[in-house]
Every structure is written in C-alpha cells, then in structure tokens.
C-alpha cells in the first residue's frame, strides 16, 4: 500500500523508515497532535497530595507493570496518590491509588489534578511505533513528565527542560520524587511543556503542513499537472501557522 501512494504522512521516523522500506516515494513525517483549545492553562493542584497521573487503555495499562516497583516505592509515602486514568482498578490496589475511566469531557479535567505525568515503555518494535500521545497530553495541560527514553518519547520530552527520563527503578523514583513539593521546578517545566506542545505538536502548528499535503495530492487527479505536482512537492516548505484560520490557542 505505501509503494502505490503519491504521499504518505506518518508519526514519527520509525515508521518513516518503514514506510521508506516499503518503496514510499514520498513519505512526510506529522507528529501526533491536537488541539489546545481543549487543554486550557490552569494553575498547580495544591501541593498534597503528591499526584503522580497515568492516561490511557485498558490495552496499555501493562506498561505500569514495568515500574510498579517504583511507584510502590513513591506511594509508600504519606500525601501521595496514583491517578491512572483508562487503566483497570485492579492494576495496584491501593488506598492511595485511584482509577477513572477516560471519557473525553472530563480527560482535561482528570490532567489538571496531576502534579506529573508519566509515560512507561519497554524496548519493542511496536513501542518504537507509538506516537507519545501521553506525553503530549501531560504537556498540553502545562504538566512535566517522567518517561522512558524510547522511541518518539526522545522527540517529545526533554532532560531537565520539560521533563526527565528514567530508565531503572532508582532513575524512576528519583525523577519523580524531585518534584514532589517543587511548585517552582513543577511549575517551569510544565510551562516549557506547553510551549513544546504549541510549537511542535499542536494543529495550529501542523495544520499548513497537512494542507500543502492534501493540495499537493489532489492535484494529482489532474493528469496534466501530475509530473508537475511530484516535482515541486517539498514538505518542509509549510506555510507559517500564523496565517492559518485555525483558532489560537486559549
């Protein structure tokens, strides 16, 4: 399928790579976005109890196995809680753990009450085909983030500027730990998160992209701007998001 498209949009390199493979002849990577209009800027939750928050599936829940030793360890604390949000009340059953279904209308509201969002993963084929969409949420909602240096993740986060990685339990506990009570650091990193999510994975920012895409391919239906299309398509050349429609960001 990638071979016959005149244009294929992926998420992040891994698949680019793959699609290349494939025989894609144009292959533009598009982060995994949205739009910010839904994640409003609100401040800090108070700073007990610690609020360490997980979003997802049932079908990804697994991956917290990877650290339970670690937040077992963090919630061994007094004023700490767990918010996995999407995950099955039986993952960690805790009295300080705390599980909700995701439903869209609320999923703003459940991020604001985190103080830092993780994002665990192990080393896997379909893990590096992930789009970090966790970690772009957290950000979103001006929250940092703790996660595993895999994959898009490395794109997305950022050591000591939006958040940290952690690869062994010690690292785990550690980066989490550091902003147990640190309004100031909590709050710095979760400002350049959201700045990170404006400039680089917000639909104010890829929109002109994928619009220069789709004109590019509906050109193609004409036969006789088809060569002409393939040869002057250049993906990086996007229009400035500022002279977009799409509203600003509130």
Known sequence: MASRADFVIVANKFLQSWAEDAGATSVTCIPTVLDLRRYPQTALPAPE???????????????????????????????????LVGAEPSFLPLPN??????????????????????????QGAWEYGKSGYKLVQYMAASRPVVASPVGVNCDVAKEGVNG??????????????????????????GAAARQTVEASFSLRATVPKIAEILLSAAALRRPSQRKLARSSFKPDLARSAASNDVAPSR
């Open 49 to 83: 109890p610690f609020t360490i928050g997980w979003i997802g599936t049932p079908e990804t829940a697994p991956y917290l196995d990877t650290i339970k030793g670690a937040l077992k360890q963090v919630l061994a604390k007094e004023n700490t809680q767990l918010l």
């Open 97 to 122: 753990v705390e599980t909700q279904s995701w439903l869209e209308a609320r999923e703003a509201n459940l991020l604001q009450r985190m103080h830092v969002g993780i994002m665990p993963l192990p």
């Open 164 to 189: 940290f990685f952690a690869i062994t339990e010690e690292e785990w506990v550690a980066n989490l730990e550091r902003f147990r009570g640190n309004t100031n650091l909590t709050s710095a990193l």
